[in-house]
């Protein structure tokens, strides 16, 4: 029987930001009551809208207990 599958963890990349673009984004996201991360996702995902290319929402993470085995 093979295992279930595991929903696609986000990948983590370091990501080097002019300082004042940093703080633009931090208070943007300030503004909007997200991370950083999720506003720089955020303004991703409106980049490559605007250039025509759809990226859809990856499956989110199960919460909560495990299933009893």
Not at 19 to 27: D, G, T
Not at 33 to 50: F, G, Q, Y
């Amino acid at each position: 029987m093979a295992a279930p599958e595991k929903p696609a963890a986000k990948k983590a990349f370091a990501l080097r930001l002019d300082p004042a673009v940093h703080a633009a984004i931090e208070r943007l996201a300030g503004a909007e009551l997200r991370s950083a991360n999720a506003e720089i996702e955020v303004l991703l995902r409106e980049a490559l809208k605007a250039r025509g290319i759809e990226v859809g929402q990856s499956a989110k993470p199960r919460r909560g207990r495990p299933p009893k085995s």
